[in-house]
């Protein structure tokens, strides 16, 4: 079966950088330079980029290319012992994608309640109370809840006609229409964001200096943390990309411009935010808003802030939560595409077949996170995913490749392609500079968990969504690994 290409280089970076660019980078990012020194944080995140965040993009992009198949295939590709950290990326990318679809469901219930700020004055109260039917435990399901039901469904169509459309008439086409609409959207609402009384006020409080931080290994942690979590990094989308580029593609440049335009989109959504925080805090006489990451900046604190313009509430409103959505469906698509891409590859099957038994099935699975307990199991699920799943995975790609691969080979497959070689710089960061970082990470995260078990949670919900979503998706990678391909796994040069 031959392997499907992009239609140009502009589709592939748009797409790229679509996957990059995800719901994090509106609300992680902007509250990570606050907590942690503000303007001094832009010093270890931009290190933090150059390091590891444009390094493992190059390595990925590289590996992805060379071997030309999805993550399963390019590792077995490159030592079959290794397929099953292929397979363990994809199950991480699996289990986001069925609660991905989730968030971007409520970005389109929060559209039309755009239209005349339904979420009333108690926003809070509103997304838990009235919109989730928020329960207390995670185990209390308390049936469904149907608007949600009903725009998940909607996203889960997007995402099947996308994805069964194929690369270039699929996922291609669709970023070329939901990444301008983004960056046009993000601009709109910047300058009316700086535009706002107080404003300034808040700016000052995301890019002003605390260069005290800059000695504190722990910011350093969070800056690398934000850029490997911002990227894409070890979820195995960008090998399974850059597998379909052209065999004359720029590997090195095409890192660079993923890399950099991800952190510019964080910065203009920083602005954005911290400038609607600093006129709420202009309306309330200094007081800062409660909640300042997460969901809840989205659908509680930024419903608030939009209550309280002048004019132009309806108009905001909805662009905001549209770019939402345009963010999260680029990013949905490309976690989707990865694992339809994995099991086209091992078991030869048609992308229509893998397509419609994935949507069906993860659709199915993703109902779980519309119920009343929908919220608490996703931020349960969530947190070991990011802390645990993709941190470890990354942390033993990053070995693996630096220490017992040749990478030279890596360097000598697109050093022809490209505009510009990578030098020694390369080879330090991926052996030696991010493992430890991560394995800092890794440990620090573990340690973490040990001592203070996460959020108020019981011991059976964190043992049964956390730790067994975790243990599950190794077990299953092994499992995958050992089962035959069905396709030749040697590659000609």
């Known amino acids: 079966m031959k392997r499907e290409q992009w239609g140009s280089r502009s589709g592939f970076i748009l797409s790229a950088v679509g996957s990059a660019i995800g719901l994090g980078n509106i609300w992680r990012f902007p509250y990570m330079a606050y907590d942690n020194g503000g303007g001094a944080f832009l010093i270890p995140y931009f290190f933090a980029l150059l390091t590891a965040g444009i390094p493992i993009l190059i390595l990925e992009f590289g590996i992805g290319h060379k071997m030309r198949g999805s993550a399963p295939l390019t590792f077995a590709r490159l030592n079959k012992k290794w397929e099953w950290l292929g397979w363990w990326q994809l199950s991480i990318s699996f289990v986001i994608s069925i609660y991905y679809v989730v968030i971007i469901g409520w970005a389109f219930n929060y559209i039309w309640f755009s239209l005349s700020q339904s979420w009333g004055t108690h926003t809070i109260a509103f997304f838990t109370e009235n919109f989730l039917g928020l329960t207390g435990s995670p185990f209390d399901f308390d049936g469904i809840r149907m608007p949600i039901v009903f725009t998940v469904l909607i996203v889960w169509s997007i995402n099947f006609i996308v994805l069964y459309s194929g690369v270039k008439k699929g996922i291609e086409l669709s970023n070329k229409i939901f990444m301008p609409i983004?960056?046009?959207?993000?601009?709109?609402?910047?300058?009316?964001?700086?535009?706002?009384?107080g404003a300034a006020q808040g700016l000052e409080l995301l890019f002003k200096p605390d260069f005290s931080r800059i000695f504190d290994a722990g910011v350093w942690v969070a800056a690398y943390g934000q850029i490997f979590f911002s990227l894409s990094i070890a979820f195995g989308i960008m090998i399974c990309y850059s597998s379909y580029l052209p065999e004359k593609s720029d590997i090195v440049n095409n890192a660079f411009i993923t890399g950099f335009l991800n952190c510019g989109f964080s910065l203009l959504s920083g602005i954005t935010v911290f400038g609607i925080i600093g006129f709420m805090m202009h309306q309330s006489g200094g007081e800062l808003p409660a909640k300042l990451s997460g969901v809840f900046l989205a659908f509680a604190t930024l419903p608030e802030a939009i209550n309280q313009l002048p004019f132009m509430q309806t108009f905001v409103g909805i662009l905001f939560f549209v770019s939402i959505v345009c963010a999260g469906m680029s990013s949905e698509i490309s976690i989707s595409e990865t694992v339809v891409s994995g099991?086209?590859?091992?078991?030869?099957?048609?992308?229509?077949?893998?397509?419609?038994?994935?949507?069906?099935?993860?659709?199915?699975?993703?109902?779980i996170f519309t119920t009343g307990s929908g919220l608490l199991i996703l931020d349960i699920v969530d947190h070991f995913i990011n802390n645990f799943n993709i941190v470890f995975a990354g942390l033993i790609e990053v070995i693996l490749l630096g220490w017992f691969?040749?990478?030279?080979?890596?360097?000598?497959?697109?050093?022809?392609?490209?505009?510009?070689?990578?030098?020694?710089?390369?080879?330090?960061?991926?052996?030696?500079?991010?493992?430890i970082v991560l394995g800092i990470t890794a440990v620090q995260n573990f340690i973490g968990d040990i001592q203070t078990p996460y959020g108020d949670y019981s011991f059976a919900s964190l043992?049964?969504?956390?730790?067994?979503?975790?243990?599950?998706?190794?077990?299953l990678s092994l499992i995958l690994s050992l089962i035959k391909w069905k396709i030749p796994i040697t590659i000609k040069y």
Request: aromatic content about 10%; hydrophobic content about 55%.
């Open 405 to 435: 691969f040749n990478l030279n080979s890596v360097k000598d497959h697109i050093h022809p392609i490209s505009d510009f070689n990578v030098g020694a710089w390369w080879n330090f960061c991926i052996k030696i500079l991010t493992p």
């Open 343 to 367: 099991i086209m590859d091992k078991f030869n099957l048609s992308r229509k077949k893998v397509v419609t038994g994935y949507c069906l099935t993860a659709g199915l699975l993703s109902l």
């Open 463 to 475: 043992a049964g969504l956390g730790w067994g979503v975790w243990i599950s998706a190794i077990v």
């Open 182 to 197: 983004l960056i046009i959207i993000l601009l709109i609402l910047m300058i009316r964001s700086i535009t706002l009384p």
